[in-house]
C-alpha cells in the first residue's frame, strides 16, 4: 500500500475512486485491487477503519472488529494498487464514466511520512483534546493516534487545539524530522474511471429527543457509547460502569427506536440497533453476573438466521424483551437511579423500570445528510445515495446506500467495487 | 546451501535505548555468521537504501532485519524476490520489557538468532502457475445467476451459464411485483424478467446453457474441468472460478400442517398467491368465487422451532406486498396481517407505514392457535394474544401462508456442484445449512476456494439483494482468476506463492493431510500418497501440522525451520529465575495482539518466546515434544476462539489443535513430564490487556511444577 501523506502519486483511467475508508470502503479497495484494479481511498479522520473500529464486537458471533480489520490491512499492505489519502475530502467530481476528474482536499496531519509511531511527541505534548474517538468520554494529546489499531499507524496533530509554532515541544522532541508544522491544506486533481461512495453513517443527536434525557442524565449514553465503554482499548478499559459514580450497573434498560421510526426524527428503521442491543446486553451481562437487562421495542427486528441469535440471548432469564416505547426518561435523585417509564404493547399498561445505565439505540443517519461533494449524485430523502442512473459511474456501498449491518455492508461494497470494475471495462476496453 | 545473509539492527523507536545493539552486531556476524551486519537509527528512513544497496551488489541474498513488527512498513522492507526476515524487537522487546536488563537482552538476541535460521532456511517459492483459464462458470439462471453472469462478461471476462430449467429468470418470471425499489419506497416495482435476459443474450461472450446440469466438478481455481449433462450428452467445460447460484426450494409442504396447507382447498402458499396475482385472479381455490376476507401469515419462524431456527429475511415484506395485491383486487376487501415481529429494514419502513395506511388490511400480532375448515371451505382461524386480546376467531375466503425458503442444498438432487472432491460432494455449509462464508467480515468465501455462492442459495434474500450478491461472488470468481493465474493465494494469505511440497517417498500413505485440509486441496494420488491442487489451497499449513512423519513443507515455512528457531533459542541451566516459555502465537490474531500490548507498553515475562505461525492447526506436535525435550519449561500455543463462533481464518485450526493436543498430552506422559507444561491461550486480537496475566500464569505454574527436568540433556 502507499501511503499518500506526501505528495500524491500517479493517477490513472483504470483507477477507482473510494469515497470513505470505512469497513465497506477498505472491503471494495481490497477486493477490487486483488482483481487487478487500482484504488484511491479517500478518508476524512486521519485513519481508516470507520465507525466499525468504534465497535467492541460484532453481532451475533461476539468476535473482535479489529480481527477483519487487521486481515485487510494485512491485504492492503501488501498491495501497491492501493492508495490512501487520510484527513482528506473529495470537493468536486465531473466527467463521464470510465473519465471522471476529481478534486481532492486534504488538510495538513503536520505529521509526514518519516513518522515510525515512536509516541515521544505524544510523551512531550502539553494541550489535551476531547478523544473524539470515545465520543468525548476521556481525552488524547493534541498529537495524537487515533486508537491501537490506527493505521496508517502515523500520528496526527488536531490544529483546533495544537498551539502549532507557538509550541513546537513535539518538533524537538522527535528524533525522525517527522512532525512539520508548516503543512497546509492542498488541493489536487486525480483522473479515475468509476467512483465508489462508501461515506458511511454518523449516529443520530440523542440530545435532539427531550424526553429520554440523553445530556441531562449522565447515567443515559447512546448504543455507540456503550461499544466504547465495553472495548478493551476504550476510556475504562473496557469496564461496563455508570458513568456517574463508576460503579456496576445493576439493572440496565435498552430503548429501541430512540428516533428511528419516528417521522420526527428518522423515518426509517436503521436495521441493526435491535440486534446492537441484543449483542450489548451480554456485554452487561458479562460484566456483571447478577445484572439484569430490560429491552424495550416495538418489533424486534432481527430478520433471516439473526432470529437464532436472538433467541441465544434471550435464553438468558436475566434479560427480558418488552414489547413497549419508552415514553420518558426521569432521574430519582434521591436514589441515584434513573426511572424509565413504557407502555407495555400487548397489555397497555403502564410499566415503570429503575435502572443505573439506560442505553438509547440511536440510529445511523446518512453521512451525506452534509458535507456532499459537487458531484453529479442522486440521493433519497435520508440523503442515502441512489444505486441508480441518477448517480452514473458512481456506486453507493454499505452504509451511504442505506442502514445495513457489517456483514451487508461488506456484501455491498464487494459489489459496488463490481459494478465499477465493469464501468471501466465498458469504457476503456 | 548456505546463503549471504545481512543482518540489519535498527536502534529506533527506543529499541538503542532499552538493549545494546552491539550485541547484537557481534551476535549477527560471529554466531550467526553474517556476510554483512549493519545499524543505523532509523532503518525505514534513508537508511533502508543501505540495505537495497547490499542486495543489489550481490553482497548479501537475505536480509534480516532487526527493528519493528512485520505488521508495519511492510512495503518499506520489501526487495524484490530477496527473502526479507523481520526480527520484532520494538514491539515485543523494547515497548514491552523493561531497558537495560540482561534477561531483556537475552530475549532479542534469542529473536535475532531464531531470525538468523529462518533466513537460512528458508527458500524463495517457485509458484504454481499452471492454470491460466478465465471463463466464469455461474451455475444457476436466477436473479442472482443471471447478475453474476452479466456482470463477469461486462467486466471483460467469458461466461458459461448453465440453467437447469428451460429458461432463465429463475423465482422472479414467477412473481407478480417487487418490493419498492425507489423513493418514496411507497409502491411495488414491476420484474423485468424478459429485460434482464435480453440484455444478458445481447452480450457476446455470454454462452447459455438450458436444461442443463452439471454432473461433475473437478480441477482447481485457473482450471475447474466441468462436466456439464444436456440431452442425455456430456460436455465438458473448463472455468477459471465459478459462481453458484443455484437459489432455493419450498420446504417441504408438511412444514405447515398445522396451517392445513395441502389439507384446506383456500389455505394457499405464496407463491401460489403470487401466480393468481400475476395472472389476475386472485380467488378461492375451492370454488373461483372472489375473496372478501383474507389472512396473510408472517411465518418468521419465532416461536416454531420444529423445522430450523431462524426466520425469513423476506417474509413480512412478502405478506405486505400479498395484502396488496388481494386489495388490489378486491378494493371492498379485509386483509388480515398477523405477525410476531415485522421485520421491514430501512427504507421497507416506508413501505410498512404505506400498507398500514390502507383502511382494508388490519395488522395484529398473533399466535395461531388452531386452523380448520368448515362445510363451506372456508378457514376458520383462531388466533391468541392479539392485540385486542384473544381468543379470536376469523373465518376467510382465503389464508396465505408465507412459503419457507429453503437452500437448494438441502436437495441434493437440485444444485449440487458434484463436486469430485475426497472431502465430499457438496460445498460445505454453516450450521443453517447455507453454502455461505462463516465470516462477517469476509463474505462469498466458502471452503471451496474458487467456488462462490450467491443469492438464495447463501441466505434468503429478496430479487434485489440476489442480484446484488450476484455481482459480488462474479467479482470473487474474477479475483481468484486473477490471483490463480499468477499462482498466488487467495484471502487471507493473499499473494502468497508458496505452496505445501510433500517428500512422497517417506509418506505413510495415512491421508491425515487429505482429510484435514479445510479446503480440500489434497487428493488421493497413487499409492494412496496425497495430491495436491496448489490454487485450492490457503496456504494454512494445517496439513503441515498433521503430517505424523513431518514430509510436507513450504519453502518458507516448515517444521525443519520451525524446530531450528526453537533450537536457536538460548537456554538458561537450571536457573529458577530464568524459565523458558515458548509462546508459538498465530499470525493472524494472537501475534498482532502481542504487538498492541508492545504499543500499549504493556510488561509481561521475559521469559517467553515467540515465535508466529500461520495457524496453531500447522504447529506439528514434534515441534512441542522437540520444545521439551530443548529444556523449555513450558510452551503456549496462542490462538483464537474454537467452537461454534470460531473466528480461526483457517475455519477448523483451533479445533484441530484440540485432538492434537491429546497427542502431545500423550508424548509428555511418555517422557514423564506434567501435561500443564503445554497449554492452549484463547486471545482475541482486541485482548492484549490479558496477555500479561495469560503469560504470568505459566510462569506460576512452572514456578509450582518446577523446571524442566530434561534441560541440559
Redesign the interface.
Known amino acids: 500500500m502507499n501511503e499518500e501523506i506526501k505528495e500524491t502519486g500517479s493517477s490513472t483511467h483504470r483507477s477507482i475512486l473510494i469515497v470513505g475508508g470505512g469497513i465497506a470502503g477498505i472491503t471494495a479497495a481490497v477486493e477490487a485491487a486483488e482483481s487487478g484494479y487500482e484504488v484511491f481511498i479517500v478518508e476524512k479522520e486521519a485513519s481508516l477503519g470507520g465507525r466499525v473500529a468504534q465497535l467492541s464486537k460484532y453481532f451475533p458471533k461476539l468476535c473482535p472488529p479489529y480481527c477483519g480489520l487487521e486481515i485487510n490491512f494485512q491485504r492492503m499492505r501488501g498491495n501497491r494498487r492501493i492508495h490512501v489519502y487520510t484527513l482528506a475530502e473529495v470537493e468536486n467530481i465531473s466527467g463521464v464514466p470510465g473519465d471522471f476528474d476529481v478534486t481532492i482536499k486534504q488538510n495538513p496531519r503536520y505529521v509526514n511520512d518519516r513518522c515510525t509511531g515512536c509516541n515521544k511527541c505524544v510523551e512531550v505534548c502539553p494541550v489535551d483534546r476531547p478523544n473524539t474517538f470515545n465520543f468525548g468520554m476521556d481525552t488524547t494529546k493534541a498529537i495524537y493516534l487515533s486508537h491501537a489499531m490506527a493505521f496508517p499507524r502515523k500520528y496526527a496533530i488536531d490544529d483546533s487545539v495544537c498551539q502549532l509554532t507557538d509550541c513546537g515541544k513535539c518538533v524537538g522532541a522527535c528524533p525522525y524530522g517527522a512532525i512539520d508544522l508548516s503543512m497546509e491544506t492542498r488541493t489536487f486533481p486525480l483522473k479515475v474511471g468509476a467512483v465508489i461512495m462508501a461515506t458511511g453513517w454518523k449516529p443520530f443527536d440523542a440530545a435532539r429527543i427531550d424526553n429520554l434525557g440523553f445530556g441531562r442524565y449522565s447515567d443515559v449514553i447512546t448504543n455507540v457509547m456503550m461499544e466504547r465503554l465495553a472495548a478493551p482499548d476504550g476510556p475504562t478499559g473496557g469496564r461496563v460502569v455508570r458513568m456517574s459514580d463508576g460503579e456496576p450497573v445493576n439493572t440496565a434498560v435498552f430503548v429501541q427506536c430512540a428516533g428511528q421510526r419516528d417521522t420526527n426524527y428518522l423515518g426509517y428503521c436503521s436495521g441493526i440497533c435491535c440486534l446492537g442491543s441484543l449483542k450489548q446486553a451480554t456485554y452487561i451481562r458479562e460484566a456483571n453476573e447478577n445484572a439484569k437487562v430490560f429491552i424495550f421495542y416495538i418489533d424486534l427486528r432481527t430478520p433471516g438466521t439473526y432470529g437464532f441469535f436472538s433467541k441465544r440471548v434471550l435464553d438468558d432469564p436475566n434479560i427480558t424483551a418488552v414489547k413497549g416505547k419508552v415514553a420518558k426518561v426521569v432521574e430519582d435523585p434521591g436514589a441515584g437511579k434513573l426511572v424509565v417509564e413504557a407502555e407495555h404493547i400487548l397489555s397497555a399498561e403502564k410499566v415503570s423500570v429503575e435502572a443505573d445505565l439506560v442505553v438509547l439505540a440511536t440510529g445511523m443517519v446518512a453521512s451525506m445528510s452534509d458535507g456532499r461533494p459537487n458531484a453529479t449524485i442522486g440521493y433519497d430523502a435520508d440523503a442515502f445515495v441512489l444505486p441508480d442512473e441518477s448517480s452514473p459511474g458512481i456506486f453507493p456501498a454499505g452504509c451511504a446506500r442505506g442502514p445495513v449491518d457489517v456483514a451487508t455492508a461488506t456484501q455491498d461494497a464487494t459489489a459496488a467495487a463490481m459494478k465499477a470494475m465493469q464501468t471501466i471495462h465498458q469504457a476503456r476496453g | 546451501m548456505n546463503k549471504n545473509i545481512g543482518v540489519y539492527v535498527c536502534s529506533?523507536?527506543?529499541i538503542g535505548e532499552c538493549m545494546d545493539a552491539e550485541q547484537l552486531v557481534a551476535l549477527g556476524s560471529d554466531e550467526g555468521g553474517a556476510a554483512v551486519v549493519r545499524t543505523s537509527?532509523?532503518f525505514?528512513?534513508e537508511d533502508v537504501q543501505l540495505i537495497r544497496d547490499d542486495l543489489d551488489s550481490g553482497a548479501v541474498d537475505s536480509a534480516v532485519v532487526a527493528a519493528?513488527s512485520h505488521?508495519?512498513n511492510?512495503?518499506v522492507f520489501s526487495f524484490g524476490t530477496a527473502f526479507v526476515e523481520r526480527v520484532n524487537i520494538r514491539e515485543q522487546v523494547a515497548w514491552s520489557h523493561p531497558p537495560n536488563d540482561p534477561e531483556t537482552q537475552e530475549i532479542a538476541n534469542d529473536y535475532l538468532r531464531m531470525g538468523i535460521v529462518r533466513a537460512q532456511k528458508a527458500v524463495a517459492p517457485t509458484p504454481y502457475t499452471e492454470a491460466h483459464e478465465r471463463t466464469v462458470l455461474v451455475v444457476g439462471g436466477g436473479s442472482a445467476g443471471l447478475a453474476a453472469a452479466r456482470?463477469a462478461a461486462?467486466?471483460?471476462y467469458d461466461v458459461v451459464l448453465v440453467e437447469k430449467g428451460a429458461s432463465l429468470g429463475g423465482y422472479a418470471a414467477s412473481l407478480y411485483r417487487q418490493f419498492p425499489k425507489?423513493?418514496?419506497?411507497r409502491a411495488l416495482a414491476p420484474i423485468d424478467v424478459a429485460g434482464s435476459i435480453e440484455q444478458l443474450q445481447s452480450l457476446p461472450n455470454v454462452r447459455t446453457l438450458l436444461e442443463a446440469e452439471v454432473v461433475e466438478t473437478s480441477g482447481q481455481p485457473g482450471r475447474f474441468t466441468v462436466t456439464v449433462r444436456r440431452d442425455g450428452a456430456d460436455e465438458l467445460i473448463t472455468a477459471g472460478a465459478i459462481v453458484m447460484a443455484t437459489g432455493w426450494i419450498p420446504a417441504d409442504a408438511d412444514t405447515f400442517d398445522a396451517y392445513g396447507r395441502g389439507r384446506y382447498a383456500n389455505v394457499v402458499s405464496s407463491m401460489e398467491l403470487e401466480a393468481m396475482a400475476a395472472r389476475g385472479s386472485i380467488v378461492r381455490p375451492s370454488n373461483g368465487s372472489p375473496v372478501a376476507r383474507a389472512a396473510v401469515v408472517v411465518c418468521?419462524?419465532?416461536g416454531d422451532d420444529r423445522h430450523r431456527?431462524?426466520?425469513?429475511?423476506v417474509s413480512?415484506l412478502v405478506a405486505l406486498k400479498q395484502a396488496l395485491y388481494i386489495r388490489e383486487q378486491y378494493p371492498d376487501s379485509i386483509v388480515y396481517v398477523l405477525y410476531g415481529?415485522?421485520?421491514?429494514?430501512?427504507?421497507?419502513?416506508?413501505f410498512y407505514?404505506r400498507v398500514q395506511e390502507d383502511e382494508g388490511i388490519l395488522f395484529s400480532?398473533g399466535d395461531i392457535r388452531s386452523v380448520t375448515e368448515n362445510g363451506d371451505h372456508d378457514v376458520v382461524l383462531e388466533v391468541e394474544?392479539t392485540?385486542v386480546g384473544g381468543p379470536v376467531r376469523l373465518s376467510l375466503d382465503l389464508l396465505v401462508l408465507s412459503e419457507d425458503m429453503v437452500p437448494a442444498t438441502a436437495d441434493a438432487a437440485s444444485g449440487a456442484l458434484s463436486l469430485s472432491y475426497l472431502q465430499g460432494k457438496e460445498l460445505p455449509t454453516t450450521k443453517?445449512g447455507?453454502a455461505d462464508s462463516h465470516?462477517?467480515?469476509?463474505?462469498?468465501e466458502t471452503r471451496r476456494t474458487g467456488i462462490y455462492s450467491a443469492g438464495s442459495v447463501r441466505?434468503?434474500m429478496d430479487l434485489a439483494a440476489s442480484a446484488?450478491?450476484g455481482?459480488?461472488a462474479?467479482?470473487?470468481a474474477?479475483?481468484c482468476i486473477?490471483?490463480a493465474s499468477a499462482g498466488a493465494a487467495?484471502?487471507?494469505r493473499?499473494?502468497d506463492l508458496s505452496f505445501p511440497d510433500v517428500f512422497l517417498q517417506k509418506c505413510t500413505s495415512c491421508g491425515r493431510c487429505m482429510q484435514e485440509c479445510p479446503f480440500g486441496a489434497l487428493e488421493t494420488g497413487e499409492k494412496g500418497r496425497p495430491v495436491l491442487d496448489s490454487n485450492r489451497c490457503r496456504r494454512c499449513g494445517i496439513c503441515m501440522g498433521a503430517c505424523p512423519v513431518q514430509v510436507i513443507s513450504f519453502a518458507d515455512y516448515s517444521v525443519d525451520m520451525l524446530a531450528g528457531m526453537i533450537k536457536a533459542v538460548e537456554m538458561p541451566e537450571d536457573d529458577e529465575d530464568r524459565p523458558r516459555i515458548l509462546v508459538l502465537a498465530c499470525e493472524?490474531?494472537a501475534y498482532?495482539a502481542l504487538d498492541?500490548a508492545g504499543?500499549?507498553r504493556l510488561q509481561y515475562a521475559q521469559s517467553a518466546r515467540v515465535i508466529p505461525v500461520r495457524c496453531l492447526g500447522s504447529v506439528n506436535s514434534i515441534l512441542i515434544a522437540d520444545a521439551v525435550s530443548r529444556g523449555f519449561d513450558a510452551v503456549m500455543l496462542m490462538g483464537?476462539?474454537a467452537g461454534e463462533?470460531y473466528?480461526c481464518?483457517y475455519i477448523r485450526g483451533s479445533e484441530l489443535l484440540e485432538t492434537r493436543m491429546q497427542n502431545v498430552k500423550e508424548t509428555l506422559d511418555r517422557l514423564a513430564l506434567e501435561s500443564e507444561r503445554v497449554t492452549v491461550a484463547e486471545v482475541?486480537?482486541?485482548?492484549?490487556?490479558k496477555i500479561p496475566a495469560m503469560i504470568d500464569d505459566v510462569v506460576q505454574t512452572v514456578k509450582e511444577i518446577g523446571l524442566n527436568p530434561m534441560k541440559g540433556f
Open positions: 529506533g523507536c527506543g537509527p532509523a525505514c528512513l519493528c505488521r508495519v511492510a512495503d456482470d461486462r467486466a471483460g425507489r423513493p418514496p419506497y418468521d419462524g419465532k431456527p431462524y426466520g425469513g429475511n413480512s415481529d415485522m421485520q421491514t429494514p430501512g427504507p421497507y419502513e416506508y407505514k400480532r394474544s392485540v443453517f447455507f465470516f462477517i467480515c469476509f463474505p462469498y441466505q434468503s446484488q450478491d455481482s459480488a462474479a467479482l470473487k474474477i479475483q486473477e490471483q487467495v484471502h487471507p493473499v499473494g493472524n490474531d498482532p498492541m504499543i500499549g483464537c476462539k463462533d473466528q481464518h482475541a486480537i482486541s485482548e492484549s490487556d
